[in-house]
């Protein structure tokens, strides 16, 4: 894939954050910030913990971001563990506090792996959560996609009937869950289409620097680490040096054959981390600009 093929017509790129627990996160969070922000991305989230966990963190991140950086912040938000005033509660407050965007999603159990059980009298999928968002304010509407099928999905078609739910809602675009496989997500992109869904399709890109760690990650959420990728990092545990440079081939090789199949809107789950979401968008042909 040549690097000059790239350069075409316009991109659109988002990063993804996630709130800070300590002093010293926040910093290294807002290093990533003020490293991406000169790349005017079209939004930037900022993620909820599981079951609701990290809520005032979340709040007080994308309260800071709309304050003191150019950035447009989206929230994620959940039906986790909430009833329905609580979460119109939250929603009410985002809209205070000068947000216009919300990341919606049903969410996970506060315990890793337990099935899914709306909370009493709370909003029981990310439909009715999206209805509910709309109707308090005209919040613009991000959800979840999955190339390789939902954990809990009894199949990809289920997973394209709900996504186009979600659509009529009042969702205007999904986001991917991180893949490794472009035919997948590709598929997902024609499936919607053939579905009547007309949102774009949002590639969830997931930096692998730190390979154990998104082995964790993608065992949660049944997102398929490819034998390929999992060779380039044997041996690698104590090299820090060279999973960076891996990392970096990985993800620019990603961008490329996405690029080359039609996508021009890419979505990168930084870690708080900035450098590599940094050099992919300028090898999409973003760039610094005065």
Not at 10 to 35: D, G, H, V
Not at 71 to 86: F, I, K
């Amino acid at each position: 894939m040549s690097l000059q093929h790239l350069q075409g017509g316009p991109i659109k790129a988002s990063f993804e954050f996630f709130p800070p627990k300590t002093p010293e996160m926040e910093e290294n969070l807002w290093r990533a910030i003020r490293r991406l922000e000169p790349l005017k991305p079209s939004f930037v989230s900022v993620t909820y913990g599981a079951g609701g966990s990290t809520r005032d963190r979340t709040h007080n991140t994308v309260k800071r971001i709309v304050e003191e950086t150019s950035l447009a912040p989206a929230a994620h938000l959940t039906c986790v563990g909430a009833h329905r005033g609580e979460i119109d509660e939250v929603v009410r407050g985002y809209w205070n506090a000068g947000i216009r965007h919300i990341v919606a999603l049903r969410g996970d159990m506060p315990v890793a792996g337990a099935a899914y059980c709306a909370a009493e009298d709370g909003y029981a999928s990310t439909p009715e959560l999206i209805e509910a968002i709309r109707r308090i304010a005209p919040f613009e509407v991000s959800v979840s996609a999955y190339p390789e099928r939902h954990p809990d999905s009894a199949s990809l078609d289920h997973d394209v009937e709900l996504l186009k739910r979600k659509v009529e809602a009042g969702a205007g675009r999904a986001i991917g869950q991180f893949c490794f496989d472009i035919d997948a997500i590709s598929q997902l992109r024609d499936r919607a289409g053939d579905a009547g869904i007309s949102v774009p399709i949002v590639p969830g890109l997931m930096p692998t620097t730190n390979f154990k760690g998104v082995q964790r990650m993608a065992k949660l959420c049944g997102a398929r680490i490819p034998d390929w990728l999992a060779r380039l990092y044997e041996g690698l545990d104590q090299d820090p040096e060279s999973r960076k440079i891996i990392a970096a081939a990985v993800l620019a090789e990603q961008v490329g054959q996405l690029r080359a199949r039609g996508f021009d809107q890419f979505h990168f789950y930084t870690l708080n981390q900035a450098d590599l979401t940094y050099a992919a968008c300028r090898i999409l042909g973003l760039g610094d600009t005065a």
